[in-house]
């Protein structure tokens, strides 16, 4: 039986061959130039790819076959857009300005008034399951990699905000890549410290989806700061105090990286328990323009801090674009967030409960959350989950090195 073999950006060597009934044949295929041979697929016949994507196989023939190979294009990295280095803002927007604007796994999206279900706000954020959006706060192994997965952390975006109560400019918004521990925070006592009494461990069934490489004894942490402090307001919040004082909480132990992160304005006049159950847009107005409906809004509608959490909006962009019109709620499987193609392509989900920083305006003692199922939701101020510090770099800190992959994280200096 004959086998024929068409590729597209690449090419099969033979591009056809005979074969006995019920035997098997092998072809060679090679990528073109700027293509990625790793991630080809089989689009058509019962053909199989392996050797990552180099060797075509073509088993028990028993009828004349075609099978045809996609080989697609290589995504951008950061350092071939500034190969010479360059301010991490700016290199960040002419990664986006490419026509792919792939990155890894995923994508890098310039939110303007075209982009649609988009924030709409000349925002640069990235989407999808495993965006190459790594950066490491520490010193480069021999490899290229992290010293330390604690000094990982991950670009949300480049994101306009207020500086110093003032004008607005574009600063990258980091978030840490691994939950922060106990220590991280100086030491939280018990009182202020969560018992793990939610589990903090990636919830089984959907451990397939998560991206952080520590999965187990994750420390938990109450929004409020105890047990017996159920306001939800944030700048009243002992992990708010906690992660912005520099001499015993999180940012004493940020180093020289302290010094680099910038004051900005954080809104926190929160969600109401309507809202948050929208598209990502629709929460991402209301929290920017603090203009939640909720019976109990909050008097102080902004706070300037150097360290928060993740919006509830930032995640739901973090979701690959084709999610952005859904609900972030999901009362079950299948529905809005709470979802298969929510859970397998946000880089934001993990299957833990994780705190974001918007307080839910019905009531006063709750804030929103990151449910393990990838919807969001609302929980008590005073349980304890997982906390991932977030934060803007200031202005000047520049690229030096590295293509944002988990292996090669991007390395800064100033």
């Not at 073509?58 to 290589?74: D, F, G, Q, Y």
């Not at 909050?298 to 962009?317: I, R």
């Not at 202005?395 to 994280?409: A, F, M, N």
Request: proline letters at 2%.
């Amino acid at each position: 039986w004959k086998v024929d073999i068409t590729v597209d950006n690449g090419k099969s060597v033979p591009t056809w061959n005979h074969v006995a009934n019920g035997e098997n044949t092998i072809f060679t295929i090679s990528a073109n130039e700027g293509y990625d041979l790793t991630k080809a697929q089989v689009t058509e016949g019962t053909c199989s790819l392996s050797n990552n994507g180099a060797t075509l196989t073509a088993s028990n023939v028993i009828s004349p076959m075609t099978c045809k190979v996609e080989i697609p294009k290589k995504g951008s990295t950061i350092n071939t857009v500034c190969p010479g280095g360059g301010v991490l803002s700016s290199c960040v927007t002419l990664l986006a300005s490419k026509e792919d604007r792939n990155v890894g796994d995923g994508y890098l999206y310039y939110h303007d008034e075209n982009l649609a279900d988009g924030a709409k706000d000349g925002s640069y954020r990235y989407s999808g399951n495993e965006p190459n959006n790594y950066v490491c706060l520490g010193s480069k192994t021999d490899s290229g990699g992290c010293n330390d997965n604690k000094n990982l952390y991950r670009i949300i975006g480049v994101i306009p905000v207020k500086v110093n109560g003032g004008d607005s400019q574009n600063l990258i918004k980091l978030i840490k890549s691994e939950y922060v521990t106990k220590e991280e925070l100086g030491g939280w006592g018990s009182s202020t410290y969560g018992d793990g009494n939610r589990a903090l461990t990636p919830n089984s069934s959907y451990s397939r989806y998560v991206k952080i490489k520590n999965k187990s004894g994750i420390n938990s942490f109450y929004w409020s700061g105890s047990s017996s402090n159920n306001v939800n307001e944030w700048q009243q919040s002992s992990l708010y105090s906690t992660l912005n004082n520099a001499t015993t909480g999180y940012l004493s132990k940020m180093g020289e990286w302290k010094d680099k992160i910038e004051t900005v304005t954080w809104n926190i006049a929160g969600v109401s328990n309507e809202e948050y159950k929208k598209p990502a847009k629709d929460v991402f107005t209301i929290e920017m323009n603090n203009s939640t409906t909720g019976s109990d809004q909050t008097t102080t509608k902004t706070v300037d801090a150097q360290v928060g959490l993740m919006y509830a909006s930032d995640y739901g962009f973090a979701a690959s674009k084709d999610n952005w019109q859904n609900n972030l709620y999901g009362a079950s499987d299948g529905e809005g967030y709470h979802s298969e193609t929510n859970r397998s392509a946000n880089w934001l989900c993990n299957a833990v409960y994780e705190w974001t920083i918007s307080r839910c305006s019905v009531d006063s003692d709750s804030a929103l959350i990151v449910y393990y199922n990838g919807a969001v939701r609302y929980n008590s101020v005073y349980n304890a989950i997982g906390v991932r510090p977030s934060f803007y770099l200031k202005s000047t800190v520049k690229y030096l090195e590295g293509e944002g992959s988990y292996e090669k994280p991007i390395f800064l200096g100033e």
